[in-house]
């Protein structure tokens, strides 16, 4: 791993250990945990569209399947919190797989549209099979239990999921300069360039697709874990261009631009919440600004601004 990046990681492991100490309460250590979830979503969400240059739309939808996933089979089947985390994952990651070949022979808005029609499915159905997920008025979720330990309480939760983002954000490095990650931003610049040298274009995608649903889906069930009850909210369509816009703001292809989008995305409607009914349209004005002024995002232009890489 180049020396930067593993200088970023030990800054953010740094400011991490010391945040719970400086919060003045557990509302804002409820708005950091919040903040920490994000980023591990928007990191798999950011591989598929900033290093791999495909675009989703839908993918609140993965995030869904993972907290309903939770929430049924361990309130209705009975089964572990472990073994209903790793069952959703699963089935996210097969669902990515049964419909990534199809989706990915798309371009351009053929394919937004594509991964959006995907994620509007999967929320209707969690709506619509009230029996199960409780309809619109969601459902409570068990709290996380790991042999015998049962997570409680913000520090708890907030040393766990740190711990999360913090491993994720070590895999994504290695990823990005592995051959794998390398393959990847092949095919963003150039589909046919990267078959011409030899890059299965199809099978990078189907990979990278799965791989991004199969993380969105574990990071819902661990809000579904840790909220204690879920809504179909999660999966809609409103989530999925949240998610989709700390990518953006943040920086595409940019490893800690996800962490600072998710951050900043994250915090903003709280930090907004004074305007008393304008906070909506301050929120499109800031967005608005990044996008003119910082088209390549906030890490990606700091990064040229101040010379480096």
Avoid at 133 to 146: E, H, N, S
Avoid at 172 to 199: D, K, T
Wanted: glycine share 12%; net charge positive.
């Amino acid at each position: 791993m180049p020396r930067s990046r593993f200088t970023g990681l030990i800054v953010i492991a740094v400011v991490l250990a010391v945040l719970p100490f400086l919060l003045p309460n557990n509302f804002y250590l409820d708005l950091a945990i919040r903040m920490l979830i994000n980023a591990c979503i928007v990191l798999g969400l950011n591989l598929l569209i900033g290093f791999a240059g495909q675009i989703s739309l839908g993918h609140a939808g993965f995030v869904g399947i993972g907290a309903y996933a939770t929430a049924v089979l361990t309130t209705h089947y009975g089964w572990s919190p472990l073994a209903a985390m790793l069952a959703g994952a699963l089935g996210a990651g097969v669902l990515a797989a049964l419909v990534a070949r199809p989706i990915f022979k798309l371009k351009g808005h053929y394919l937004a549209m594509a991964t959006l029609g995907l994620g509007n499915i999967i929320s209707i159905i969690v709506r619509n099979e009230a029996a199960l997920t409780g309809g619109p008025d969601g459902m409570p979720v068990p709290a996380l239990a790991l042999f015998s330990f049962e997570l409680s309480g913000e520090k708890q939760w907030y040393w766990v999921v740190s711990g999360i983002l913090l491993l994720s954000l070590w895999a994504s490095l290695n990823l990005i300069n592995s051959p794998f990650g390398r393959a990847l931003r092949a095919l963003h610049g150039s589909e046919v360039a990267s078959q011409v040298v030899g890059v299965d274009v199809a099978k990078y995608k189907l990979a990278i697709f799965v791989l991004s649903a199969v993380f969105a889906s574990l990071m819902g069930s661990v809000t579904a874990h840790y909220v204690g009850f879920v809504t179909p909210n999660v999966a809609d369509f409103f989530h999925s261009i949240e998610l989709v816009t700390m990518v953006v703001i943040g920086g595409m292809a940019s490893i800690y631009g996800s962490v600072i989008g998710a951050v900043l995305l994250t915090a903003l409607p709280q930090a907004l919440a004074g305007f008393e009914g304008w906070e909506t349209v301050a929120f499109g004005a800031i967005l608005m600004f990044c996008m003119i002024f910082m088209p390549k995002g906030l890490v990606p232009t700091l990064a040229a601004k101040f010379g480096r890489r």
